[in-house]
């Protein structure tokens, strides 16, 4: 039946006109966009996922940054400490050198005090944003001082911080409230040869005029000194500079396990940033191809409504 009314052809043509529009519509957005998935609308499972991982992204890039103040504060320590054992080396080689019968004392003591001010002043330099891991002038003890090391989801979706911990009592060398807390200006007990009986003494190194002061003798050179005091001297520096050594390893440590974190946490957000990008980027290769395909599926819709709507036309012939 043919009707001047209802143009079968003319609806069919202009509805699948219309698919057309509509396909092309949202390849162009996602071609203007970048994103296949862009709002919850386009896919509400995978845009929930995107936008949680990509707020945990935020947060390991905050933790960079973190992990990278952790490390300049460990870094300025090691440095500190670093130089510390170099001068309490030559603190103990000039002692040494002291024991030559015939050495002068005193000349040797006023190197010893000049080298005891370099430790001072590494000491105090040693400072990072505040914080200076070797040198204590509050009445607080030296504590552990904890860096943002990861952020963490665990599978039921709730997250935790973890942290670096690094006890900075085993790396002061100086302590101006209790010299006991102090590497440096705490009291040693050794024990050394004297002759052929063995003989224990106490020794610290620098005097900073702390509130409560170390009991036992300063290493410090005399003419009167004896061989067998100035060996327990040597002694003392000697474990000093082991403990020098202990701590600088343990920063060290410390150090490296910043960095391979660090490394880690830049790796996982890479990873994070991929994995998202593959649930809601668009496939521009794919999308090219669809818009190419679509612009001719619509000239031809065009087209195919054009001859519908002629068709009628045609009726008009009946009644001439």
Not at 36 to 52: C, F, L, M, P
Not at 120 to 141: C, V
Not at 292 to 300: F, M
């Amino acid at each position: 039946m043919t009707s001047i009314m209802t143009n079968t052809a003319a609806m069919a043509a202009l509805q699948t006109l219309r698919s057309i529009d509509q396909n092309m519509q949202t390849t162009q957005a996602r071609i203007s966009s970048g994103y296949k998935v862009e709002t919850a609308a386009d896919n509400a499972a995978y845009w929930s996922i995107a936008t949680t991982m990509r707020s945990d992204n935020k947060a390991l890039q905050t933790v960079q940054d973190a992990l990278g103040l952790g490390a300049s504060k460990a870094d300025t320590a090691y440095t500190g400490l670093e130089s510390a054992v170099d001068v309490v080396s030559d603190i103990k080689s000039k002692l040494v050198a002291a024991r030559e019968p015939g050495v002068d004392k005193e000349k040797i003591n006023q190197e010893l005090s000049e080298l005891k001010n370099q430790l001072k002043s590494i000491s105090e330099s040693a400072s990072f944003s505040g914080e200076n891991w070797l040198y204590n002038a509050s009445t607080t003890a030296p504590g552990v001082k904890e860096m943002v090391g990861s952020f963490n989801r665990a599978s039921d979706g709730s997250v935790s911080v973890t942290t670096l911990k690094f006890d900075t009592s085993e790396s002061v060398l100086i302590d101006t409230d209790d010299a006991n807390r102090g590497i440096l200006t705490r009291d040693t007990a050794v024990t050394y040869a004297s002759g052929t009986t063995t003989t224990t003494g106490t020794y610290y190194l620098l005097n900073a005029d702390s509130t409560t002061t170390a009991s036992g003798t300063e290493i410090a050179l005399t003419t009167s000194m004896s061989d067998s005091e100035l060996d327990g001297m040597i002694s003392a520096v000697d474990t000093m500079l082991q403990t020098l050594t202990d701590s600088a390893s343990t920063l060290g440590a410390i150090s490296s396990r910043i960095e391979m974190q660090n490394n880690f946490v830049a790796d996982l957000s890479d990873t994070i940033e991929k994995g998202v990008g593959r649930l809601v980027d668009a496939d521009m290769n794919e999308e090219s191809t669809k818009i190419k395909a679509l612009q001719t599926q619509q000239q031809l819709g065009i087209q195919s409504l054009s001859i519908a709507n002629t068709n009628a036309e045609s009726i008009l012939k009946l009644f001439q």
